[in-house]
């Protein structure tokens, strides 16, 4: 086999249809980038999900004088009620599973919410008095959330019992559905450069026919004449996927690690490591993409 004839061929069809081949290497760039985008949120969702998860704590809400009478028909929460919720709390069957509690009253609540919603018109209206006394729980293992809900949530002078992984829960799937449709876009551009590949292969050989009727003609097998245009795709898609991986891991370095983490500094965010990770996927997901379509264009234009 000629490599000089191969790479001689292969670097004509790439002149000869020098906007398809840019075009594919656009398309594949941002379909994979896509894709990589999607793959380092799935892998952040993850991240998230393990530092907030064990740190997420049970809120067991005491009843306040303007709660509902149905739900808290002895009006506010007394000493009484208060101490009961503790000893529950110390109580041998409920001990065994909580790391720690602690109380917060109506002037901690109220200083936590003023902190919370400090310029936000709404602090300007409320008391200290409005704002639930509140029974804090760290679990031992926050699956085992349910012993505590069920155990606290019949209690007389609690309002709720509040697992905080339910808000995380809410925001996980936001986060889920971003990353899902930013893969159902990345899916549908893979399909349209897997179609521009298959119209440049064949616009190639059809720009070359003469050629590969000669070659046809002194024997050559179809192997030899359909690699220089399978390479072609390959090495087309590869630029893109280069292209797709280096900005997978910019987005990393500069925007997640140089921006968020700096902003962000209580949350533990994907790193350098993370992107290595996905890169090299990148660039075999575009080289088995453009191979395939290659193949399969020359091979239905060799049959025509």
């Known amino acids: 086999m000629r490599l000089g004839f191969i790479f001689g061929e292969i670097a004509q069809g790439l002149k000869r249809n020098v906007s398809m081949v840019i075009s594919v290497i656009l398309v594949t760039f941002v379909s994979l980038t896509f894709v990589g985008t999607a793959g380092l949120l799935q892998l952040q969702i993850g991240q998230m999900k393990g530092y907030w998860y064990d740190r997420a704590q049970i809120a067991v809400y005491l009843c306040t004088a303007i709660d509902p009478a149905s739900s808290c028909p002895q009006g506010a929460a007394g000493n009484d009620i208060k101490k009961a919720v503790k000893e529950k709390l110390d109580s041998a069957t409920i001990k065994t599973y909580v790391a720690s509690f602690e109380f ?39 699956n085992d959330s349910q012993i505590i809900l069920e155990s606290l949530g019949g209690q007389a002078g609690v309002f709720e019992v509040r697992d905080q992984r339910s808000y995380l829960d809410q925001i996980f799937s936001i986060l889920n ?3 899902l449709a930013a893969v159902g876009i990345a899916a549908l551009m893979l399909f349209s450069a897997t179609l521009l590949i298959s119209t440049t292969i064949r616009l190639s050989a059809f720009s070359r026919r003469r050629e590969l009727g000669i070659m046809r003609l002194v024997g050559a097998s179809n192997f030899y004449i359909q690699l220089p245009f399978i390479l072609e795709g390959i090495v087309a898609a590869t630029i893109g996927s280069l292209l ?10 500069f925007f997640v690690q140089g921006y968020l983490a700096q ?26 993409l453009a191979a395939v379509a290659s193949s399969s264009a020359i091979n239905r234009y060799l049959k025509i």
Do not use: C, R
């Not at 797709?244 to 370095?253: F, I, M, N, R």
């Open 104 to 142: 917060e009253d109506h002037k901690q609540a109220y200083k936590h919410f003023q902190e919370q919603f400090k310029g936000n018109a709404v602090a300007k209206y409320v008391t200290p008095e409005q704002l639930p006394e509140t029974f804090w729980v760290k679990l031992k293992n926050p």
């Open 177 to 179: 559905a971003a990353s």
């Open 244 to 253: 797709a991986a280096g900005a997978v891991v910019a987005v990393v370095q």
């Open 263 to 288: 902003q962000v500094s209580y949350m533990s965010f994907i790193g350098l490591g993370d992107a290595f990770l996905i890169a090299p996927a990148l660039v075999l997901v575009g080289i088995l």
